[in-house]
């Protein structure tokens, strides 16, 4: 099974490492055949698999429910889970939210944040639980920011968000995964942490990790389609195709050829 420490390796050699999120075991059991270096049991479960417009309506029980079932299905993966919306706006609620994702079988919990939740990530860090901190586009705010936009666009917020990596950073954030963002700004960030992998979606081809959501890169997205996702099974054929989709993904993202320019924000910072 993936460990932190191998990812921390990957990162030192410039080996990148594939991301999908997961929600069952099925799905989780063909990304052990590809092997796909980590999952994420995302909040997304909101949308698409309970049919929300948002992530907000997502609990605590649901995301314990499915991270047990992910790791039932796959013993290759490193695991994270979401802490779903406002689960984590205290410490004493993040270490309980921790713990039941934890004992389902996360390897590390992810939440959405960025300098107001340092003492969150310490004091979970302390306690033995890795913390991913996701910025960028967090979509549990997505109505604090009036749509699903891309962050960081300016010289001024692309150094707001710097600051906020490295304040979660010196609090002991493990991981950082960054949403829709310049592709420069991820290029930066992913330089300036050398121990710290960060993952990316639609953050550019330079992040140590790409992540995109299962369903997006199914095809099985019958709304807007973002700019960042790629359609990996638009390219297979056959009866084993999702298993053909999961390990073009994985072999794109080792070789680089995911993403391309077109799945990234190019702005001058
Ligand atoms: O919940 C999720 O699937 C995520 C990804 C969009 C990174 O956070």
């Avoid at 932190?4 to 080996?15: A, V």
């Avoid at 992810?110 to 586009?137: I, M, S, Y």
């Avoid at 493990?174 to 949403?179: D, I, K, P, V």
């Avoid at 391309?260 to 001058?268: K, L, R, S």
């Amino acid at each position: 099974m993936i460990s932190l420490s191998d990812l921390r390796q990957f990162k030192q050699q410039g080996r990148k490492f594939s991301c999908l999120t997961c929600y069952d075991a099925s799905m989780a059991k063909a990304m052990e055949k590809a092997e796909i270096d980590t999952i994420l049991v995302g909040d997304s479960l909101g949308m698409v698999i309970q049919g929300h417009d948002s992530t907000l309506p997502v609990t605590l029980e649901d995301m314990v429910y499915h991270t047990a079932a992910v790791r039932r299905g796959n013993q290759h993966a490193f695991l994270m889970t979401d802490l779903p919306f406002l689960s984590y706006a205290n410490v004493e609620a993040a270490v309980a939210g921790a713990r039941a994702v934890m004992q389902a079988g996360a390897q590390m919990i992810k939440f959405e944040g960025g300098a107001w939740l340092a003492d969150t990530v310490q004091v979970l860090t302390r306690n033995g639980v890795p913390v991913c901190v996701h910025l960028g586009l967090t979509p549990q705010s997505v109505h604090v920011f009036g749509g699903y936009k891309v962050q960081g666009k300016t010289r001024d917020a692309a150094d707001a968000l710097i600051a906020d990596c490295q304040a979660v950073v010196d609090a002991g954030a493990a991981m950082l995964l960054l949403e829709c963002v310049p592709a420069q700004l991820g290029k930066e960030i992913s330089a300036l942490f050398p121990e710290v992998p960060v993952i990316g979606i639609g953050a550019g081809v330079d992040t140590d990790g790409q992540v995109l959501v299962v369903q997006d890169m199914l095809g099985l997205n019958y709304g807007h389609v973002a700019r960042f996702v790629r359609n990996f099974m638009q390219e297979q054929s056959g009866a084993t195709a999702i298993q053909d989709a999961f390990n073009a993904f994985h072999v794109a993202v080792l070789d680089q050829s995911f993403p391309a320019t077109q799945h990234t924000f190019q702005v001058e910072l």
